[in-house]
C-alpha cells in the first residue's frame, strides 16, 4: 500500500465523488450506504435489494466508479440482497490509497469488509479487477465464499498483449490532448460497440484524474486454490479485448477442480451492452439460488 492518494488533486476527487453520486441516483433500484473499517483504511459499501434475501458480494471492476458496475447487476436486487463495495485504492468513496494487487492485501481488504458486514460465508461475483480480489479471498479463507461467479475476469489468465498496447496507446493520446472523444474511443473499445455516458465520462474522470491502476491482480494458481472447493462459474464475454473466451476459458478449466460452468456471454464486450447485461443477470440468478 502506498502513501500516496490515487487522485491527482482534491478537484479530481471532488468530480469522482460527484460522478460517483449521479451514477447511482441512475440505478433502477434503491441502494443503501455506509462505510466499514478495514486495515487498509475506511471502505464505502452500497447495498441493494430486501434486507432479508440471500446476500451476494459484487466486487466490481478497477477504475470505474462501483455504481455502474452494480448496475449490470441490477435484476437481481429483487431476488438477493447485493452488497458492493468499493475496491480500497480506486476510483469511487473508500479509501484513496492503492493496495498491491500482487500480494495478499486485495484479499485481506476484502475479509474484513466481510468480517465488518457480518458475512461468514457468502455468495460473490468478482468482475474483472473484482475476480481477482475474490480470489484473493478464495486463497486465503476459502470458507467465507459459498459460491464464486467469476464475470470477465482477471486473475486467471493474462491479457493480450496488443490489448494492453491499445489501451495503453488511448491513455496516452488522452494525457497529450484529453476530450471526451478520446475516451468514448477507449470505451467504444472495451464496449465493442459505444457505452452510455456515465461510463464514458468514468473512464475520462480516470484517466485525467487519477493514477490510473495499471497492474492487474495476480494470476492464480491451483496450488493456491487447494482448498477452496466452493462452486465456481466462469463467464466470459465474446468480443472481450482484455480477457477473451479462448484465453479464459482453458485457463478456467485447468485452474479449478470445482468448476461448475466455463461459458461465454454472447454479443458482449468487456462492458456489457444492457441486453448482455441482462443475460448475465438471468444466468446469475439461476446460479445463486
Do not use: C
Not at 33 to 62: I, N, Q, W
Not at 213 to 236: H, K, N, W, Y
Request: net charge neutral.
Amino acid at each position: 500500500m502506498t502513501d500516496e492518494s490515487i487522485y491527482r488533486s482534491p478537484e479530481a476527487r471532488a468530480e469522482i465523488a460527484d460522478l460517483y453520486e449521479r451514477a447511482r441516483r441512475a440505478l433502477p433500484m434503491a441502494t443503501d450506504s455506509r462505510m466499514v473499517a478495514t486495515r487498509f483504511g475506511d471502505s464505502h459499501v452500497l447495498t441493494a435489494g430486501p434486507e432479508d434475501a440471500p446476500p451476494v458480494v459484487v466486487f466490481g471492476g478497477g477504475n470505474v466508479v462501483g455504481p455502474l458496475t452494480l448496475g449490470w447487476f441490477s435484476p437481481m436486487a429483487e431476488r438477493f440482497r447485493l452488497i458492493a463495495p468499493d475496491t480500497i485504492g480506486q476510483p469511487g468513496l473508500s479509501a484513496d490509497r492503492r493496495v498491491s494487487g500482487s500480494d495478499d492485501s486485495l484479499g485481506l481488504w476484502a475479509i474484513d469488509v466481510l468480517d465488518q458486514l457480518g458475512l461468514d460465508r457468502v455468495g460473490a461475483i468478482g468482475v474483472s479487477y473484482g475476480a481477482g480480489v475474490l480470489l484473493r479471498i478464495a486463497e486465503l479463507a476459502p470458507d467465507r465464499i459459498g459460491r464464486a461467479a467469476l464475470v470477465v475476469p482477471s486473475g486467471i489468465t493474462g491479457s493480450p498483449v496488443r490489448a494492453m498496447l491499445r489501451l495503453a496507446a488511448g491513455y496516452v493520446a488522452y494525457r497529450i490532448r484529453p476530450s471526451r472523444s478520446r475516451a468514448a474511443s477507449v470505451a467504444t473499445y472495451l464496449a465493442h460497440e459505444p457505452t452510455d455516458s456515465l461510463m464514458v465520462e468514468s473512464i475520462e474522470l480516470s484517466f485525467g484524474g487519477t493514477k490510473l491502476e495499471t497492474e492487474m491482480p495476480r494470476i492464480a494458481r491451483a496450488q493456491d486454490l487447494a482448498g477452496f472447493g466452493s462452486p465456481v462459474l466462469v463467464i466470459a464475454a465474446e468480443h472481450d479485448p482484455l480477457f477473451p473466451p479462448k484465453r479464459v476459458l482453458p485457463a478456467a478449466r485447468a485452474l479449478f477442480r470445482n468448476l461448475e460452468s466455463a461459458s461465454v456471454l454472447r454479443g458482449s464486450g468487456h462492458i456489457p451492452t444492457p441486453d448482455a447485461a441482462s443475460r448475465l443477470s438471468s444466468r446469475l440468478a439461476d446460479y445463486f439460488s
